[in-house]
């Protein structure tokens, strides 16, 4: 059950000769559910984009499942959930729609969708609440229910690592339970998660640990820190943006 | 309707149900990937086929199938790279394709009236070799249209989260190009150049008002596009317009109509119905 899932060594990405992750390494092993922590413009998000590919990375090396990322082509092992639902140009689309797309990997371009198809599409919306609402366009959901569709459309591929950027922000309190719930059955039967994090919430009891980047380099990496100063307080209301010259606390030390 | 016994009238026909049907079923993707306006783009490129074709003898239809192919892959490479200048180099393909086929169809021995029939459409000309270049094309891209249906949609709806699911992005990127272009150059002879996107994409628009999922805004948008083929068609051939023209003018005044209708109709239901408070999400912070 230890085998490496992930494994970043020395990684570097830059944006336009703009380094924006200077060196990093990173293990995450089967089983294990690693939030990556840091403020806005850390490098959090990029380095899980690096993980998966959609950046390149200048130096170092990524490797997925014990193959290097450039020649990893077992994709249905993975499960990506984006930050938020592109607008698109306006065409409508179900719940159930957007969520069979995470079907793609495992059928293929070319085989339609049959039976196994289905089923995981449903137990997938079962999973985070929204069988009730499968046949409803998703532009007409709540942010906290699209993101819900997002998670549901990589369950549905039956993954068995999950990489999620920021999962909860801007997500309405019911939203973030019934994620967290939906987190909880995945890791219990054995999945691995990486996620990426603004503040955790009630998805802290399921982290396993905690990798704070900080200026593109890794500044812990262990037990979930406890939050400093008014994060602290519990009916904290996360709403504030953070920023580089924020004062004193945990991501600048 | 005495007029449709004549054969030319059939094939006119024929050919402009072909194109109803099936510039729909790509458009619904070009609409959802915000390219609504690529026909015109890919359009203008064929012009300058047209042009090379007329110039050196040869059909006038393939060499501009083969020139809109390229210009629709270069459209496609500038988009993938997602260059702020992306869209000054496709003004310049635009405009470069359609001053290219003006120029070239001047140089050959063509009329203006040639020119004419590409520009706008000349379905009475349609040949009996034409309309079988119209079918065979036009069955290729419905059913790859909706064949790939499930992979197509993922990769319009959302391309990162394709290209993480092992989708082969790039090759489903160029066939769209390329179904782009040769569609564009099979209605060319239905309703022109100028007026391509307009049955691409006027059936997406319409149908999208009323429909809920993807499924059937695409299914929706090929009837309507059949019925504006067909009754445009029909409306020239009584009333002696031209035939592209009345085919696009019928496609706008049903998203007119629906428009309107789709309106009075929210407006009614919710005077009718008594208005059931929406269940709010439970509040997050307490307000003291």
Redesign the interface.
């Known amino acids: 059950m230890t085998s490496p899932v992930i494994t970043v060594e020395h990684g570097v990405v830059g944006y336009d000769g703009r380094p924006v992750l200077r060196d990093i390494s990173l293990t995450v092993t089967a089983g294990e559910v690693v939030a990556i922590l840091g403020a806005n413009g850390s490098g959090k998000s990029t380095l899980i984009r690096a993980v ?3 950046v390149p990375i200048s130096a170092g090396s990524v490797t997925l499942f014990d193959r290097p990322l450039r020649r990893f ?4 092992r ?1 499960g ?1 959930v ?1 930050q938020r ?2 607008a ?7 719940v ?3 969520v ?6 495992r059928r293929g ?2 085989r ?2 049959g039976r196994a198809d289905r089923s995981a599409v449903d137990a997938a919306l079962r999973a985070v609440g929204l069988a009730d609402r499968a ?3 998703v532009s007409t959901l ?1 942010g ?1 229910q699209q993101q819900r569709t997002l998670i549901a ?1 990589a369950l549905a ?1 039956q993954p068995e690592l999950l ?1 999620l950027d920021e999962p909860t922000a801007g997500v ?3 939203s973030q339970e019934a994620f967290a719930g939906a987190l909880r059955d995945f890791v219990a039967e054995g999945g691995t998660v990486l996620l990426v994090a603004h503040e955790l919430g009630p998805l802290r009891p399921v982290i396993s640990r905690a990798v704070v980047v900080h200026e593109g380099r890794i500044a812990h990496d262990g037990a979930v820190p406890d939050p400093a100063g008014h994060h602290a307080e519990p ?1 904290h ?1 996360h709403v504030h943006p953070h920023c580089y010259d924020e004062p004193a606390g945990l991501w600048s030390n | 309707m005495e007029l449709f016994q004549y054969p030319y009238m059939q094939r006119a026909l024929i050919g402009a149900l072909v194109i109803g049907l099936a510039a729909p079923a790509l458009g619904i993707y070009l609409v959802q990937r915000r390219l609504a306006l690529i026909g015109d783009g890919v359009g203008h490129v064929a012009l300058t086929g047209v042009g090379a074709g007329l110039l050196l003898n040869r059909s006038p239809v393939l060499v501009a199938v083969i020139a809109a192919t390229i210009g629709a892959i270069a459209i496609e490479i500038v988009r993938a790279r997602g260059r702020t200048s992306g869209d000054l180099a496709l003004a310049l393909l635009f405009y470069g394709g359609i001053a290219g086929g003006v120029l070239l169809v001047g140089l050959s021995d063509a009329t203006s009236a040639n020119l004419n029939a590409y520009l706008f459409g000349s379905l009475t000309t349609i040949s009996p070799a034409d309309l079988t270049t119209i079918g065979v094309l036009g069955a290729a891209i419905l059913v790859t249209m909706i064949a790939l249906r499930p992979a197509l949609f993922a990769v319009s709806h959302d391309e990162e989260y394709a290209r993480v699911s092992g989708l082969p992005v790039r090759t489903l990127n160029l066939l769209i190009a390329v179904a782009t272009a040769v569609t564009v150059t099979i209605a060319m002879r239905a309703v022109g150049v100028l007026l391509i996107s307009a049955l691409m994409v006027v059936p997406v628009a319409t149908a999208q008002q009323v429909t809920r999922g993807f499924r059937s805004t695409m299914a929706a948008a090929m009837a309507l596009g059949l019925f504006a083929a067909g009754s445009g068609v029909w409306v020239a051939a009584t009333a002696d317009t031209a035939p592209g023209a009345s085919v696009v003018l019928v496609a706008i005044a049903s998203f007119l109509v629906v428009a309107v209708a789709g309106a009075v109709w929210r407006v009614v239901r919710r005077r009718t119905t008594p208005t059931a408070a929406p269940t709010p999400e439970p509040h997050e912070v307490v307000l003291s």
């Not at chain 1, 698109?88 to 179900?94: D, M, Q, S």
Request: charged content about 20%; aromatic content about 4%.
């Open positions: 998966l590919g959609l082509r077992q994709w249905a993975i990506y984006p639902l592109g698109g140009g306006g065409v409508p689309a179900t159930r729609e957007v069979a797309s995470g079907r793609l990997a371009v070319l339609p969708p046949g409803d366009p709540s906290g459309r591929g990489v309405d309190a019911a009916d209301d």
